[in-house]
């Protein structure tokens, strides 16, 4: 399943270069997104997917529509600026993959895991862990080790652990990373500014 979802991935930004937000959907809802249903795939997890990476094909590289409008109003480089955009939309690449392994960002399943799911995918991409890890700062710099650290248990909060090892491994690995939390906040000096 993972080949053929990076198969569409690849497909579905191709195809999505140049189109409209419609235009996009409707061209990959009737040739992309049925295979996915097919192998058993939720319909909403596979619509959402196929539209996603559609979408991003206005920033990705080489031709970067969006990036490009940017860098002509602003006055930047081209290159410049579709680095930029690919960079910080990083976490959009990521996110359909949680669509079809997480169902429950797409409120398919039950509260508990959806809930669940919410809230380990803010916590550990958005929030605190990849991001912390990425940007190399929390409250204070992070060195090296605490960076990689940090993007590792958080990108391993987001896989589909139960996939391989049952929710016991996912649900401990989670609780590895919400410790990490508490540890790195609650141990670590506070910076210069803030001491009373």
């Given at each position: 399943m993972f080949g053929l979802l990076l198969l569409?991935?690849?497909i579905s930004i191709v195809l999505g270069l140049g189109l409209p937000t419609t235009?996009?959907?409707l061209l990959l809802a009737s040739?992309?997104?049925p295979s996915l249903v097919q192998l058993g795939i939720e319909p909403i997890a596979a619509h959402m997917f196929v539209l996603y990476y559609g979408i991003l094909s206005i920033i990705t590289p080489p031709i970067t529509l969006a990036s490009f409008a940017a860098a002509s109003l602003s006055g930047a480089s081209k290159s410049a600026t579709e680095l930029e955009a690919f960079c910080f939309?990083?976490?959009a690449y990521f996110l359909p993959f949680l669509f079809i392994y997480k169902p429950g960002l797409l409120l398919v399943g039950s509260w508990f895991h959806i809930g669940y799911v919410f809230a380990s995918s803010l916590i550990a991409l958005v929030l605190v862990l990849v991001?912390?890890?990425l940007v190399g700062h929390r409250l204070r710099p992070l060195n090296t080790l605490l960076r990689v650290v940090w993007a590792v248990v958080g990108l391993l909060v987001n896989m589909p652990l139960a996939e391989f090892g049952g929710h016991t491994l996912e649900y401990a690995v989670s609780a590895f990373g919400?410790?990490?939390l508490v540890l790195s906040f609650t141990l670590s000096p506070k910076p210069e500014g803030l001491k009373a």
């Open positions: 569409t991935a690849a235009g996009v959907y040739l992309a997104a939309g990083w976490i991001t912390g890890g919400l410790v990490l």
